[in-house]
């Protein structure tokens, strides 16, 4: 991994991650999460629901974009000052989830970058957002 410092960055600057969700990932991110609602983990309850089947937690899907953000763009140093999330769409087990994070500002005395977050399956969005964070500046 290497970082994207500060004043390398540049407006429209993206980098994107793809990952595809297994149940596996759903039970180990609701283990370490502690949210174990049932529309994640119980077929028969999931069922029930307007989504008919088991879905990720949507705070898995917006784990993907902080991934992004901390090894590839700005990468390793990068400091999560505010994350806002949009939830879209339902992700469900076997999904393939492409996260893209574009850069559209950079302050660059107070180190800061804004960058819009997107999670699509499909081509469609299932999380869109953006992020405010401090990148990293090369070392003096």
Not at 65 to 80: C, E, K, R
Not at 89 to 100: H, L, M, S
Not at 134 to 140: I, L, N, T
């Amino acid at each position: 991994m290497k970082s994207v410092y500060l004043d390398e960055l540049s407006l429209g600057q993206s980098a994107e991650m793809v990952r595809t969700v297994h149940e596996a990932d759903i039970v180990m991110f609701a283990e370490v999460s502690g949210d174990n609602n049932p529309v994640h983990l119980d077929e028969a309850y999931a069922a029930q629901t307007p989504f008919k089947t088991r879905i990720a937690h949507g705070m898995l899907s917006a784990a993907y974009i902080s991934a992004v953000i901390g090894t590839q763009l700005p990468g390793p140093g990068t400091i999560y000052m505010q994350q806002a999330l949009r939830f879209k769409r339902p992700v469900k087990i076997g999904d393939e989830v492409t996260t893209k994070a574009v850069v559209t500002a950079i302050d660059l005395e107070k180190g800061r970058v804004t960058i819009e977050t997107v999670c699509y399956v499909g081509g469609k969005p299932v999380i869109e957002g953006e992020a405010l964070v401090m990148a990293p500046r090369k070392p003096e």
